[in-house]
Structure formats: C-alpha cells, structure tokens
C-alpha cells in the first residue's frame, strides 16, 4: 500500500523553525522528484521545494530560498523539509508530494501536515 505521512507541523514563533518529515511507504522516494507543496485557503497551492530523484538536486521557491532545506534520507525513505526564519506568511498546510522527473505526472500525495507562524 502507498502511503506518504507528513509529520512535524506546529505552531511557532517568527523566526523559530520546525522540521517537516514525509514518510513514504510502498514505493521508494529516491526514483520520485520529491516534492513540498504548500495551501492556504487564500492562495493556490504553491511549489516550495524539489529535490530530484538522480542526484538529489534541490529547487526552491524564491520565497524560500535560503531558508528552506529540502533532503531525503534514503535509508529511512523520508523526505524532510528544514524551515528556518519562519515568517507569519510561511502559515500553510503543507503537502509531500512524489511525481515523475521527467513528465508531467504526479503521483502520490500526503495528507497534510498544518504549519502556523504567530506571536
């Protein structure tokens, strides 16, 4: 069975930071471009990182960059998400997310982990 879980949102000051990890099961994370995604009720979903299967490369959204980490551990089949700096406008459920390097075609989706950044 297929499974990706999301885990490690919460709610933090701005500036603190939290870890976001993605489980996946049923499938194996290294031979998917991996995929954060982001959603608010305001807002479409928004890309926010990728890392890719061969190689492991990283992207990232502009609004992010430098302060996100995208990684995979490959033993543990996990992605992560590394969220430093956090701003009141990073609040978002947040979505792992497995798609082909290649074409146009997503996969898998996680359920949603929710993230709030607030004094």
């Known amino acids: 069975q297929v499974q990706l879980v999301e885990s490690g949102g919460g709610l933090v000051q701005p500036g603190g930071s939290l870890r976001l990890s993605c489980a996946a099961s049923?499938?194996?994370?290294?031979?998917?471009?991996m995929n954060w995604y982001r959603q608010t009720p305001e807002k479409e979903r928004e890309l926010v990182a990728t890392?890719?299967?061969?190689?492991?490369?990283?992207n990232y959204a502009d609004s992010v960059k430098g302060r996100f980490t995208i990684s995979r551990d490959n033993a543990k089949n996990t992605v992560y998400l590394q969220m430093n700096s956090l701003k009141p406008e990073d609040t978002a459920v947040y979505y792992c997310?497995?798609?082909?390097?290649?074409?146009?075609?997503?996969?898998?989706w996680g359920q949603g982990t929710q993230v709030t950044v607030s004094s």
């Open positions: 890392i890719t299967s061969a190689g492991g490369s990283t």
């Open positions: 049923g499938f194996t994370v290294s031979r998917y471009c």
């Open positions: 997310n497995a798609r082909s390097c290649s074409v146009d075609i997503s996969y898998y």
